[in-house]
Nanobody, 125 residues
Framework: QVRLVESGGGSVQAGGSLKLSCSASNYIFSEGGCGAGWYRQLPGKERALVADLSRAGSTNYADSVKGRFTISQDKAKNTLYLQMNSLKTEDTAKYYC?????????????????WGQGTQVTVSS
C-alpha cells in the first residue's frame, strides 16, 4: 500500500517562504508511474494543481505560482518537495502530495491515484 506523508506546512506572513516535503512508503518518486506533484484546496473550492513533476523530470506549474514555487525531488531520500517563496494570502490552502502508478508521459488529475492527508499552509497579511 502506497502511503504519502506531507510535512512542512504552517503559518507565515505574506512574502515569506515555506518548504513542503512529502515522503513515500512503497513508492519511488523517480520510478513510479507518470509522475507526482502537489495539489491544494481552499475551503469551499475544488482542489487544483499547484505543480507536478513527470517521471522524465519535466515540471508543470499553475500560472498563479510560476516564478514563486519550485517542485523538486531528492532521489536518495525518496522525497518530493515544494519550495514556496513570496507567499501571498491567496496561497492559503491545504496542500496535498499526489503520486501515480499509471503509465504515461504526464499525469491527469484522475491518474493521481494516491493522495496524502494534506498539510495546512496559512499566509497572513
Amino acid at each position: 500500500q502506497v502511503r504519502l506523508v506531507e510535512s512542512g506546512g504552517g503559518s507565515v506572513q505574506a512574502g515569506g517562504s515555506l518548504k513542503l516535503s512529502c515522503s513515500a512508503s512503497n513508492y519511488i518518486f523517480s520510478e513510479g508511474g507518470c509522475g507526482a506533484g502537489w495539489y491544494r484546496q481552499l475551503p469551499g473550492k475544488e482542489r487544483a494543481l499547484v505543480a507536478d513533476l513527470s517521471r522524465a523530470g519535466s515540471t508543470n506549474y499553475a500560472d498563479s505560482v510560476k516564478g514563486r514555487f519550485t517542485i523538486s525531488q531528492d532521489k536518495a531520500k525518496n522525497t518530493l518537495y515544494l519550495q514556496m517563496n513570496s507567499l501571498k494570502t491567496e496561497d492559503t490552502a491545504k496542500y496535498y502530495c499526489v503520486a501515480s502508478t499509471y503509465g504515461g508521459t504526464w499525469c491527469t488529475e484522475s491518474e493521481y491515484n494516491y493522495w496524502g492527508q494534506g498539510t495546512q499552509v496559512t499566509v497572513s497579511s
